[in-house]
């Protein structure tokens, strides 16, 4: 089986999508008129020509150990949120308005887990993924989520929305060899008749309007970013000027999408700061949205710090601004990443080599850091570490 679908086949995803939507079909129509502010609910930016009007979004697990690099298809996300899930290791969850955009194969697919289920549930995006943790299985059954649940594990599932990599199985283990693509999930809707049909929805930041230029933020001069997720796991990220995104390295290589060669670039990059631990079992990581917290927002080769809330399960995600006023943050149009980030590791996340705490008076600090400051002190790694800070 070749490993990159054609152009064609490419442009036979709507039909095939539509197909698989049943007497919903006609809800993917383009409207008869647009109206005058047109955005893209997960980027804000205007959307295109082949919009798929009417379809739901489509989250994808993607395995990021190192032995799974280079992943495909993960390019053409609109959101892709980085969370460590046990070990140490990360996972992606890739979000596409329009799957369309991947190119072809996605992934390696991976099994589901809760902290990053948790940040897409409001938006109600069809999940596609092999397996799952026991919190995400539980949280998925709460939601009531088999209509909108594409899980390649049975076997019977995997047959028919999933594809192995045979010569890559040759010299990794299966894990990192399973992919799916916009037409096997449109195989996978049709074949359990899936609810890949919803009702617009509004955008899940308070973006800017495409109509206006993009801000620059309250910070100038973020060229690098440094996150470390634990030990062993990091990424970084260095501001193109030119393009006017940020481009992603993992353990200091470029981090790029085998189908177009291209290195992931964001426009937005949103580094959320709370306590991880981990479930009962001592080995999956454990992150509790329900009190919110702290983090930094980067743009336009600027920065800011921000506030965060989110609460229970079906709540979404607000970026706020670092004062208590529960004012949302705007963010600039285009694809963000998302990073949930250990407390215990906040002493290694630098913009341009300096931790941004770092020998700063609390009189100069903002509400938002003189909180994550005195989290940062109060959390079990880093009550020694930061006993100096205020």
Request: aromatic fraction near 10%.
């Amino acid at each position: 089986m070749n490993r990159f679908f054609t152009r064609f086949a490419c442009c036979l995803l709507a039909c095939c999508l539509l197909a698989g939507c049943g007497k919903e079909a006609e809800s993917s129509a383009r409207p008869a008129v647009l109206p005058e502010y047109n955005p893209n609910p997960l980027t804000g930016l205007e959307k295109d020509a082949g919009y798929p009007y009417g379809q739901r979004p489509i989250a994808v697990m993607v395995n990021n150990i190192s032995d799974s690099l280079p992943q495909s298809g993960i390019g053409g996300a609109d959101l892709i949120y980085e969370i460590v899930t046990e070990g140490g290791i990360t996972r992606f969850l890739a979000v596409y308005s329009d799957i369309s955009k991947a190119g072809g194969y996605i992934g390696p697919v991976r099994s589901a887990r809760d902290q990053h289920l948790q940040l897409v549930l409001p938006f109600s995006p069809l999940m596609v993924h092999i397996g799952s943790s026991n919190t995400a299985s539980d949280l998925l059954e709460t939601y009531h989520y088999s209509d909108k649940d594409l899980d390649g594990n049975p076997s019977t599932v995997r047959d028919v929305a999933f594809w192995l990599d045979e010569e890559r199985h040759e010299s990794r283990l299966i894990e990192h060899c399973w992919y799916t693509s916009p037409q096997l999930i449109s195989a996978g809707i049709e074949k359990y008749k899936l609810s890949a049909s919803c009702e617009e929805y509004d955008p899940i930041f308070h973006f800017r309007s495409y109509k206006e230029a993009p801000r620059s933020l309250a910070i100038s001069g973020a060229e690098n970013l440094h996150l470390q997720f634990s030990s062993t796991y990091y990424s970084d990220f260095s501001y193109d000027a030119v393009s006017g995104l940020y481009q992603k390295s993992q353990q200091g290589e470029p981090q790029i999408d085998a189908l177009t060669g291209q290195q992931l670039s964001f426009t937005n990059l949103i580094v959320l700061f709370t306590e991880i631990t981990t479930q009962p079992n001592g080995v999956l990581s454990k992150v509790d949205y329900r009190y919110g917290g702290v983090g930094y927002c980067f743009s336009n080769g600027s920065y800011e710090p921000i506030r965060w809330a989110k609460g229970s399960p079906e709540d979404p995600l607000k970026i706020l601004t670092p004062g208590n006023e529960e004012k949302e943050v705007e963010l600039n149009c285009g694809k963000s990443y998302i990073a949930v980030v250990g407390l215990d590791q906040f002493l290694n996340f630098t913009i341009n080599g300096t931790n941004p705490l770092s020998g700063q008076p609390a009189e100069d600090l903002t509400p938002a850091e003189q909180e994550l400051a005195e989290s940062v002190s109060q959390s079990s790694a880093g009550s020694n570490t930061l006993s100096s800070k205020p």
